[in-house]
């Protein structure tokens, strides 16, 4: 098991910022390529940013390229999501998640797991 503990969500207008974190739990959280999806209500879960082990590969979603950045502090444990530019449909509850083996990064299902959430709603 690998516990992830999201946090940074909240309510902000249209335009403004927010930084998500989670932290992991576990000694190997080095070698796990994590990722970062999103939820709105009766809607599929979505793939947002995935960042590599080492931070140097990083990937988008095209819905978030140039507002958002994904980085990584193996050190602490810790991923992060910087937010700008928020926009009404960035709403959503985002969760971290962290791959263990093999497979491709936009996919829910290649993701080993999963924390538990956190809301981010954008008024406009």
């Known amino acids: 098991q690998v516990p992830l503990v999201e946090s940074g969500g909240g309510l902000v207008q249209a335009g403004g910022s927010l930084r998500l974190s989670c932290v992991a739990s576990?000694?190997?959280?080095?070698?796990?390529?994590m990722g970062w999806f999103r939820q709105a209500p009766g809607k599929e879960r979505d793939f947002v940013a995935g960042?590599?082990?080492?931070?140097?590969?990083?990937f988008y979603a095209d819905s978030v390229k140039g507002r958002f950045t994904i980085s990584r502090d193996n050190a602490k444990s810790t991923v992060y999501l910087q937010m700008n530019s928020l926009k009404p449909e960035d709403t959503a509850v985002y969760y971290c998640?962290?791959?263990?083996?093999?497979?491709?990064?936009?996919?829910?299902?290649?993701?080993?797991?999963w924390g538990q959430g956190t809301q981010v709603t954008v008024s406009s």
């Open positions: 960042i590599g082990w080492s931070g140097a590969s990083t």
């Open positions: 998640a962290a791959r263990i083996r093999a497979g491709s990064y936009y996919l829910p299902s290649s993701y080993d797991y």
């Open positions: 576990g000694r190997t959280f080095s070698t796990y390529f």
